[in-house]
């Protein structure tokens, strides 16, 4: 190989301008993190751009490529354009072609034997000797339109399906090349200019393309894909702290059979729960009560603004279950039943039980209030750290008929459903000014006159299936007040609950099934549904 002779004063004065544009380019685009990261200064970046090595190594750099260029290429007309890389990272500027000619410069004293016959190339003008240190370089750049692409942001797991289109002042431009990241997911179709696939990854994602206005000229830009994350991947899990006072699992289910019924419940911390670390705040108890023929449903969902409204709600269904649990197995319940056989044919029956099931009730939202007071004295802390509503419900079978007495306080749901296309709201959510707030069970509620409107009572004949549920279920399937009262939406649910409800382990089912995904929607979870 032949000895690399020093470049004449001569050639150094004309290849200076294109090493230095070479040189600055590369490290401005690659390596300039480094000298920022290692204070070093402009000046001595400057130095390092023009010093006689680097000078040297890039002065044969280029007369090497085109000797190669011309040997591939002998029948082509000299290369008139080399990239220079941008001087900013900014997304939609593009890489300008730096123009250069051939040049009768004599270099028989630099090049290598070997690449004698190379041609050099030179810039078309020369820069102002007072010009700054970067107007050298942008002096000789040709200036190229500004262009714009617009691309509409990607979802992970979501299909996507865009063309690239870019435009400029002079008009709409012809994408000929795309390059992206090979872990995105997307495909490019050269063809119809069009990003296609399923995003796998998210994020902001540059994609290097190439494009011309008139077929001739052709530039290199960058532009930014936005793939959005799948939102279910952005909740955590976490755990809430060890010392927290009332431990509560964070799911609980159960599934009883008997007396012509089939009940099963389920309760699950919502992701919002998840993601802060606390505890789930509903709960819910279900009841075959023994040597009767009654059931009973109770679902309690714990106020999110009150630090211990978990153990408010666990304490409220498990009261008002002991209470209601042994006036059924008592003369409440002799005189219900009794009542309930005259149904048909006796007005004052029907009167008899609405009288008694409001003052069973109300005894038991009493009983439920008594014990939640009693707790917060114990840890002078006061009530209203315990807020909850509380629903619930009896229920006992005649034959094709369904007796169903219920009690609604709070926000969620209670409904008779069926046959299809069918549904009676048995009562009416209570809402308040702004969205997510509801009245809570307390002293006040069961002094409230309006008190004995939270009490209904039905017999339906061939009912399909009983829900209780709180909030964190029906604001994410009905949406509304008046969601709630359209029968195909309960059709809809019934469709969906049906192969889970029948399923060998239905509580267990129950429970994954209330961790389906809404967007907004991230509550506690609590069903309990008799069929």
């Known amino acids: 190989m032949a000895t690399r002779r020093k470049p004449t004063l001569k050639q150094r004065e004309k290849f200076t301008p294109f090493t230095e544009a070479l040189v600055r380019g590369l490290f401005e685009e690659n390596s300039r993190p480094f000298f920022k990261q290692h204070d070093c200064s402009e000046a001595a970046f400057n130095d390092f751009v023009n010093s006689e ?30 990239p220079v890389s941008p001087q900013s990272h900014d997304v939609n500027v593009p890489i300008t072609p730096l123009s250069i000619q051939e040049s009768a410069m004599n270099i028989d004293e630099s090049i290598p034997p070997e690449s004698s016959a190379l041609t050099p190339i030179q810039f078309e003008k020369t820069p102002p000797a007072n010009s700054p240190v970067h107007s050298p370089i942008r002096s000789r750049l040709k200036p190229v339109p500004p262009v714009r692409f617009s691309l509409p942001n990607a979802k992970v797991g979501v299909n996507y399906q865009a063309r690239v289109e870019g435009q400029t002042a002079e008009g709409a431009v012809q994408v000929t090349e795309l390059r992206l990241p090979s872990t995105l997911g997307l495909d490019f179709d050269a063809e119809r200019i069009e990003l296609h696939g399923i995003p ?26 936005i793939v959005n994350p799948d939102p279910k991947t952005l909740w955590q899990v976490k755990e809430p702290a060890a010392d927290a006072p009332y431990f509560k699992a964070h799911t609980a289910y159960q599934a009883l059979t008997g007396f012509g019924f089939r009940i099963a419940a389920a309760s699950r911390r919502g992701r919002s729960h998840e993601h802060a670390g606390t ?8 009841e075959l009560i023994p040597k009767t023929d009654w059931a009973l449903l109770l679902v309690a969902d714990g106020a999110g603004s009150a630090n211990v409204s978990r153990e408010g709600s666990r304490l409220a269904v498990t009261a008002a279950n002991e209470l209601l649990t042994r006036e059924l197995s008592g003369m409440t319940g002799a005189k219900l039943n009794e009542a309930l056989n005259d149904w048909d044919n006796d007005s004052e029956s029907r009167q008899t039980i609405g009288n008694e099931c409001h003052y069973l ?32 419900a009896i229920v006992n079978r005649q034959g094709n008929d369904t007796f169903l007495a219920t009690f609604w306080m709070g926000d969620g749901a209670i409904a008779a459903y069926g046959p299809r296309g069918k549904v009676r709201l048995m009562g009416t959510p209570d809402g308040g000014e702004f969205a997510g707030q509801t009245r809570f069970l307390d002293r006040a509620a069961l002094n409230d006159q309006g008190f004995a409107k939270r009490i209904n009572i039905g017999r339906f004949a061939n009912l399909t299936a009983i829900f209780l549920m709180t909030d964190g279920v029906s ?47 991230h509550d506690d979870r609590t069903l309990a549904v008799l069929w």
Request: net charge negative; charged share 25%; aromatic share 12%.
């Open 53 to 82: 090595e680097v000078f040297n190594e890039a002065y044969w750099f280029v007369t090497a490529l085109m000797a190669h260029w011309k040997e591939q290429n002998p029948n082509c007309r000299p290369l008139n354009t080399l």
């Open 200 to 225: 796998t990854l998210a994020g902001e994602h540059v994609l290097h393309l190439r494009w011309t206005l008139d077929h001739r000229e052709h530039y290199s830009t960058e532009c930014v894909l």
């Open 475 to 521: 604001d994410p399937r009905f949406e509304t007040d008046r969601g709630l009262t359209e029968a195909a939406n309960w059709d809809a649910l019934w469709d969906e609950l049906q192969p889970v409800l029948t399923s060998v382990n239905s509580a267990s089912a129950l429970c994954d099934w209330l961790h389906f995904f809404t967007a907004g929607h």
């Open 279 to 286: 505890f789930r705040d509903d709960d819910f108890v279900i």
């Open 361 to 392: 009730f109300h005894r038991a939202a009493t009983r439920a209030v008594e014990v939640i007071e009693q707790e917060a004295r114990q840890h002078n802390t006061e009530i209203r750290n315990y807020a909850t509503t509380l629903l619930a």
